[in-house]
């Protein structure tokens, strides 16, 4: 027999077992379903603020990738002595400081939303203080990052890099209380 006949031989089979009641599962009975209408109103289209608000899970991406990098980056040209990363670093220093100005912000935005919706209060405010202390830090080492542009004093060298990284261990911990706040305490226990 030809492999289609054998096909179409076990189609036909699957078939009548399909057909025959009380055979490999097949309805005794049809149940008819009454199909009904919901009553209830469909949620109400979020406002520009709480959409803005909901923008915060992809801007903060930015600036904690930024700030990691410019810690490398400056790691390595201040550091190390790789000046010519030096560049690299000034425009990270810039992009990170901007880039946590909008995540702040609609980090606020959100903030009101989610506990609304019964996310965990307690780990609120130190997450709303210590991203504000790392856009404080990263801005300012931002902008003395730029001022000193032309050249870098080596006693400067090590007290901003300790403040750099400082920063980051801030914005690291505190984006695990954000994620704590969104997917429960026992998401990433520490």
């Given at each position: 027999m030809s492999r289609r006949g054998l096909h179409a031989l076990g189609l036909g089979f699957g078939l009548w077992l399909c057909a025959?009641?009380?055979?490999?599962?097949?309805?005794?009975?049809?149940?008819?379903?009454?199909?009904?209408?919901?009553?209830a109103a469909p949620p109400a289209a979020p406002g520009p603020l709480a959409l803005a608000g909901r923008l915060h899970p992809a801007l903060v991406h930015l600036p904690i990738a930024w700030l990691l990098l410019w810690l490398l980056v400056d790691g390595l040209a201040l550091g190390l002595g790789r000046e010519r990363l030096a560049g690299c670093g000034l425009l990270l220093g810039a992009l990170s400081g901007l880039a946590c100005l909008p995540a702040v912000l609609s980090g606020l935005l959100r903030s009101q939303e989610l506990l609304a919706a019964g996310a965990s209060p307690a780990a609120l405010p130190t997450h709303r203080a210590l991203m504000w202390t790392v856009t404080g830090l990263a801005l300012l080492l931002a902008s003395g990052?730029?001022?000193?542009?032309?050249?870098?004093?080596?006693?400067?060298?090590?007290?901003?890099?300790?403040?750099?990284?400082?920063?980051?261990?801030?914005?690291?911990?505190a984006a695990h209380l954000g994620g704590e706040m969104v997917y429960g305490a026992d998401y990433l226990p520490f």
């Open positions: 025959v009641p009380g055979v490999a599962g097949a309805p005794e009975e049809i149940e008819v379903v009454e199909v009904v209408e919901a009553s990052r730029l001022a000193l542009r032309r050249g870098f004093p080596r006693g400067l060298r090590w007290p901003y890099l300790l403040l750099l990284a400082g920063a980051a261990g801030l914005m690291t911990y």
